[in-house]
Nanobody, 120 residues
Framework: QVQLVESGGGSVQPGGSLRLSCQAS????????MSWFRQAPGKERETVGS?????????IYLDDVKGRFTISRDNARNTVYLQMVNLKPEDTAVYFC????????????WGQGTQVIVSS
């Protein structure tokens, strides 16, 4: 059974930092694209960024977070991270990780999400 378990969310003041973790089990981690998404209340889900299967190269898709968010993965720990610095109130959202086998066009597995609240 595949499981993705996020952790590290919480409440932080503007300018603060958080590191989200997503630990995967039950899948061939290195063969999966691992991505972070977020969804704010009343808004559509956004793709924050991804880390590739095999090469572990990373990309941030969301212009608003470029330079502030970094994705990384540790294949030995089956874990993908989202490091967030200089957080802004507009970063408030539920953050999800998801896994997609490199041969699949769709994300097959999703975590339960972790809440991030940025507020003074």
């Amino acid at each position: 059974q595949v499981q993705l378990v996020e952790s590290g969310g919480g409440s932080v003041q503007p300018g603060g930092s958080l590191r989200l973790s997503c630990q995967a089990s039950g899948l061939d981690f290195r063969a999966n694209v691992m991505s972070w998404f977020r969804q704010a209340p009343g808004k559509e889900r956004e793709t924050v960024g991804s880390t590739a299967a095999w090469t572990s190269s990373t990309v941030i898709y969301l212009d608003d977070v470029k330079g502030r968010f970094t994705i990384s993965r540790d294949n030995a720990r089956n874990t993908v991270y989202l490091q967030m610095v200089n957080l802004k109130p507009e970063d408030t959202a539920v953050y999800f990780c998801a896994a997609r086998h490199y041969t699949s066009p769709d994300y097959d597995y999703w975590g339960q999400g972790t809440q991030v609240i940025v507020s003074s």
